[in-house]
């Protein structure tokens, strides 16, 4: 087994292009936008690193050996690509930005609101996941380069919003209130639960390429299709746990700021009793 790293024009011009567009907006035209001030160094280096992972992902022997060999470290690879990626690459878009770039343009403001619509972006993501574990879809992804590439594009333009729903501080594109955050990650668990039921409970291999591939490892080719399936609801609940967490004590401490006027208030009406108390004595 030979590995080695993909070098596709088609690839590289692709994600290249994606570093030279995002440099152009933080850089010589965010002024264009209406933001003079720099834009800090930490949001350039998150998203870069979103493209380097979605790279690591497609371009690195782990697309070889997903391709061709592991039905786990496919799923590896799709971990990287719905979750890591995403994250990296939401939390590196500058949030005043992005209000200055979509608040002059009302006709893209409505449409990435549209696409950044929580029941859209759960549905489609559950939905585009699950089928393109279909075993006819899976197999001809397998077989073909773009159509594999399209595969890859369509679960992370989902994920994107997804994360974006939960981890954005943009005010024009806000993300959704803590209490509507929980509830979305909790459906999203629920819902990816079916998939990960078939591919970790079958006993039967689901896809030909693993069943007839060589075997690199000490694992079955069901093994390794327990294990990838493993993988995915593990994967899920280690990025899943802590959103969840995150919205649960952004709720807890809006509550607190809801309730500090009231406590003053109250505060002031017992001190005023006590006042009234004292010179009704005298």
């Not at 010589?28 to 003079?36: E, F, I, Q, T, Y």
């Not at 990296?88 to 893209?108: E, F, I, N, Q």
Request: with cysteine; proline share 8%; glycine share 6%.
């Amino acid at each position: 087994m030979t590995l080695h790293w993909h070098t596709e024009p088609f690839l590289l011009i692709l994600l290249i292009g994606i570093v030279w567009l995002y440099g152009l907006w933080v850089w010589p035209l965010r002024k264009a936008c209406g933001v003079s001030e720099p834009i800090p160094w930490r949001y350039p280096i998150l998203f870069y690193l979103g493209v380097l992972v979605v790279y690591a992902a497609v371009g690195s022997p782990i697309d070889q050996i997903g391709e061709t060999y592991l039905f786990s470290v496919h799923m590896f690879q799709h971990l990287l690509l719905i979750y890591l990626a995403p994250i990296l690459m939401v939390l590196g878009l500058p949030p005043h930005l992005v209000d200055a770039t979509v608040r002059s343009r009302p006709a893209a403001k409505s449409l990435l609101k549209l696409y950044l619509h929580p029941a859209i972006a759960a549905a489609s993501f559950t939905l585009i996941l699950s089928l393109w574990h279909v075993p006819a879809l899976y197999e001809s992804a397998l077989r073909s380069k773009p159509i594999h590439m399209l595969e890859h594009f369509s679960i992370m333009v989902p994920a994107f919003a997804l994360f974006w729903i939960a981890l954005s501080r943009s005010k024009e594109l806000p993300p959704l209130s803590p209490p509507g955050r929980m509830l979305l990650i909790f459906i999203l668990m629920v819902g990816q639960t079916p998939l990960f039921g078939v591919l970790s409970f079958s006993d039967v291999v689901l896809y030909p390429t693993y069943e007839w591939a060589p075997r690199i490892t000490n694992l079955s080719a069901l093994e390794d299709q327990i294990l990838g399936g493993v993988l995915m609801k593990v994967g899920g609940m280690l990025v899943a746990m802590p959103l969840f967490a995150l919205a649960f004590f952004s709720w807890v401490r809006s509550q607190e700021k809801e309730d500090e006027p009231s406590s003053e208030g109250s505060h002031a009406q017992q001190k005023l009793a006590n006042e009234c108390k004292f010179h009704a004595a005298k």
